[in-house]
T-cell receptor, first 113, second 113 residues
């Protein structure tokens, strides 16, 4: 089955610890995205990557880091510098060209205690 | 220039009624306008999309109306059902390799049984 997989679904971490969220896709998509979703805030773009070994900051990149070493993988690290990391994180991928549908993963709910 | 403004933030509709969600954009270069549907705890999924060369697109009970001169587009859900209760996001993007998808803030729709 083609799709985009995020893991884990739920993640708990202590304050001050870095944590990495996994995102893998087998859709052969060039573009991948990380969004943060908070109640009433919609989808806020953290980072995006249009091609392997290249990525750009989104609207709320501070306190986050990413890598794109493989086309299939786009992990997100939430660092201790992120002041309010508890949120629902969504990864997405899309192809290029006409009708550029974005496919989303099921999300990771991160709770920092 | 890159914003997509969505309204209302929340909407309650009786079963069988018409649900209408509106979006407005500023960048006239946008050429792809999708709507995504998200159920609680899940990632968004593409519902229906339109390009600016048509004024309306219908898929079952879901219709997008597009007004290029007003830079507005809307989602109409006919004969709304309780199963349509979800959060809906409008979005806009360019068919350009380096561009990203811009999402509205979302509308939480509740259909009363």
């Amino acid at each position: 089955d083609g799709g985009i997989t995020q893991s884990p679904k739920y993640l708990f971490r202590k304050e001050g610890q870095n944590v990495t969220l996994s995102c893998e896709q087998n859709l052969n998509h060039d573009a991948m995205y990380w969004y943060r979703q908070d109640p009433g805030q919609g989808l806020r773009l953290i980072y995006y990557s249009q091609i392997v070994n290249d990525f750009q900051k989104g609207d709320i990149a501070e306190g986050y880091s990413v890598s794109r070493e493989k086309k299939e993988s786009f992990p997100l690290t939430v660092t201790s510098a992120q002041k309010n990391p508890t949120a629902f994180y969504l990864c997405a991928s899309s192809g290029q060209g006409l009708g550029t549908e974005a496919f989303f993963g099921q999300g990771t709910r991160l709770t920092v205690v | 220039q890159q914003q997509v403004k969505q309204s209302p933030q929340s909407l309650i509709v009786q079963k069988g009624g018409i649900s209408i969600i509106n979006c407005a954009y500023e960048n006239t270069a946008f050429d792809y306008f999708p709507w995504y549907q998200q159920f609680p705890g899940k990632g968004p999924a593409l519902l229906i999309a339109i390009r600016p060369d048509v004024s309306e697109k219908k898929e079952g009970r879901f219709t997008i109306s597009f007004n290029k001169s007003a830079k507005q587009f809307s989602l109409h859900i006919m004969d709304s059902q309780p199963g349509d209760s979800a959060t809906y996001f409008c979005a806009a993007s360019l068919d350009a390799r380096d561009d990203k998808i811009i999402f509205g803030k979302g509308t939480r729709l509740h259909i009363l049984p």
